[in-house]
């Protein structure tokens, strides 16, 4: 079932090198692929037909014969791939579908499945694929315009149609009007980042968890004045996450958040260019206030991200970026390293500062590309019907996400637990097995989107606090529109926006960091950034949307 080979064939090989920039040496000397398309017992054009009419939501999907078919698995270190998990035999008990999977480490992930696309071995189902990604696979046909199938998803259909997701799936439109991605559909906006802080430290001296950004300076001042010798938030995700976090409060992009760093007006409805804006220089400002005054370690963009758990589980620091699953981790590494109760952490919800009580979100998640070939297959539609089941249906999804009642949980009062010596996520934290590590399931490559109540019935009492304590104190931003450029205009815009994304990259930490002064230099940069084309590009974004507005609005 599992595969993980070694070398493409010389052939592919070839085309691989010729399509893709860089060599195998650039994929850490190796590279994979899957042997063949996947095998499959035929079926009749008939057959398909029938159960494609027949089947429903909330039907129980099974393939009417042994259906096998290859998918690329995104091999996570926190959960090795195992053969002997039951979700593989599970799947294949509920759905007659086995999978024959091509395994590819997280490290390399994008990049491997790149060089299995270009050298036309891509596996029929590619899960775990970022909106965006896609988009560079679209002109040579090589993966679906899935919009064009989901008539053959019915699970996935009665969600967008009782979640209200056609505004959503507009985020992922190209401009023939279709989208290649199945994305993850969750009913209300996914929040997870923000920052971990010392719970301990904030009572110690007398304060509350920040709700601005002001309130988060004064906490940091204060911690400096307590403890000097110590950066109070020394960062991990190199910066990443905290400058999209930041920047989004200020109005503007950044770190994970940048794209290409162009931002959409609502009051004009025109895009504009976040860095040369004030906006921008008023999120620097603060950021370098932060370095200046020794409140943020500058290491917090060049340290590993195993430096910045250390300072801060040995109580060197107290601030840092986290997610709710990382979150849970910290806690139990401090309980190591500084022992239980002598401690206390909270995940606290992103402070806002001056473009208002607004973070940012998103209903739709990484999703599913589909190989073209799926298409032309004889067993087509079950094919559809079964990523709808097990990616789109409630049952599915608690499936992928629960287990098995009475082996990994189990139902007491209408209510789903989690069997006494399983763990997961801090919940019953002495079982002896883990979900995702002994069993494969609540597995990030087919445990995303869903209600809002499945996402809650496994989050232990901290994650559904913050949760809900966001959608309390927080309202979600509108979501740009996308600009629906062809592929000639698209290769247009990238010309101008990689090296000016590159520079402006560098002079973002410049500024941060001190090495340029914001003061001195930033008329400059704002006048380098024009040099680049930042006025040409936005002037293109505009007059895309301009003409794709109908297709918008559709």
């Known amino acids: 079932m599992l595969k993980q080979n070694k070398n493409l064939k010389p052939a592919a090989l070839a085309a691989a090198l010729a399509l893709l920039t860089g060599s195998l040496a650039g994929c850490g000397g190796e590279s994979i692929s899957s042997s063949s398309s996947a095998e499959t017992t035929s079926a009749s054009s008939s057959e398909s037909s029938s159960q494609s009419s027949e089947f429903k939501a909330g039907d ?3 393939a009417t014969e042994p259906l096998k078919l290859t998918m690329l698995y995104n091999d996570n ?4 791939i195992s053969d002997n998990w039951i979700i593989w035999s599970e799947i294949a008990k509920k759905t007659n579908v086995t999978l024959d999977l091509v395994v590819v480490p997280l490290s390399d992930f994008e990049q ?4 299995l696309i270009s050298s036309g071995e891509a596996p029929q189902l590619m899960p ?4 965006g990604s896609e988009v560079q696979f679209i002109p040579s046909g090589v993966i679906l315009p899935v919009s064009d199938y989901v008539d053959k998803m019915p699970n996935y259909m009665q969600k967008v149609e009782q979640w209200n997701m056609k505004n959503d799936l507009k985020q992922i439109m190209q401009k023939d009007g279709k989208y290649y991605l199945l994305s993850g559909l969750h009913e209300k906006p996914n929040a997870n980042y923000s920052y971990l802080v010392r719970e301990d430290i904030v009572k110690e001296l007398g304060m509350q968890d920040p709700n601005t950004y002001d309130d988060l300076y004064t906490l940091l001042k204060a911690m400096k004045t307590k403890y000097p010798d110590v950066y109070p938030l020394s960062d991990r995700y190199s910066g990443k996450n905290m400058l999209g ?3 989004s409060a200020f109005g503007v992009c950044a770190g994970w958040g940048k794209g290409d760093y162009k931002v959409f007006n609502w009051d004009t409805e025109k895009f504009e260019y976040a860095p040369t804006s004030q906006n921008y220089k008023d999120f620097l400002t603060y950021m370098n206030k932060l370095v200046k005054e020794g409140l943020l370690d500058p290491e917090s963009f060049t340290q590993t991200d195993d430096q910045a758990i250390g300072k801060f589980s040995n ?4 601030v840092i970026s986290t997610n709710t699953t990382h979150a849970q981790e910290m806690l139990k590494t401090m309980e190591s390293t500084l022992g239980q109760g002598n401690f206390e952490l909270t995940q606290i919800v992103p402070p806002i500062g001056p473009a208002g009580n607004y973070i940012s979100g998103s209903r739709l998640e990484n999703g599913i590309m589909i190989n073209s070939s799926v298409a032309k297959d004889p067993r087509c539609d079950e094919i559809f019907h079964f990523v709808d089941w097990l990616w789109y249906s409630d049952e599915g999804q608690t499936f992928c996400k629960w287990g ?4 990994t ?8 637990q989690l069997m006494d010596d399983v763990t997961f996520n801090g919940i019953n934290p002495t079982g002896t097995k883990d979900l995702r590590k002994d069993f494969g399931f609540s597995n990030g490559t087919f445990t995303y989107g869903g209600s809002q109540e499945l996402k809650y019935s496994l989050m232990n009492d901290r994650e559904k606090a913050f949760q809900q304590a966001v959608f309390e104190k927080r309202e979600v931003k509108n979501v740009d529109p996308p600009v629906l450029m062809d592929e000639d205009q698209r290769e247009q815009a990238n010309m101008i926006v990689t090296p000016l994304t590159d520079y402006v990259d560098q002079m973002t930490l410049e500024f941060i960091l001190g090495t340029k002064s914001l003061e001195k230099d930033w008329d400059t940069f704002v006048s380098e950034c024009k040099a680049k084309g930042c006025d040409d590009y936005i002037n293109m974004c505009n007059q895309v949307y301009e003409e794709t507005k109908d297709i918008l609005n559709k």
């Open 60 to 62: 129980q999907f099974y």
């Open 77 to 80: 270190p926190s959960y090795p």
């Open 112 to 115: 491997k499945r790149s060089l």
């Open 128 to 131: 775990k694929t970022y909106a």
């Open 245 to 247: 976090i930041v920047a």
């Open 315 to 318: 109580g060197k620091s107290f």
């Open 404 to 407: 098995i009642e009475n082996v």
């Open 409 to 416: 949980y189990k139902t007491v009062n209408g209510t789903k």
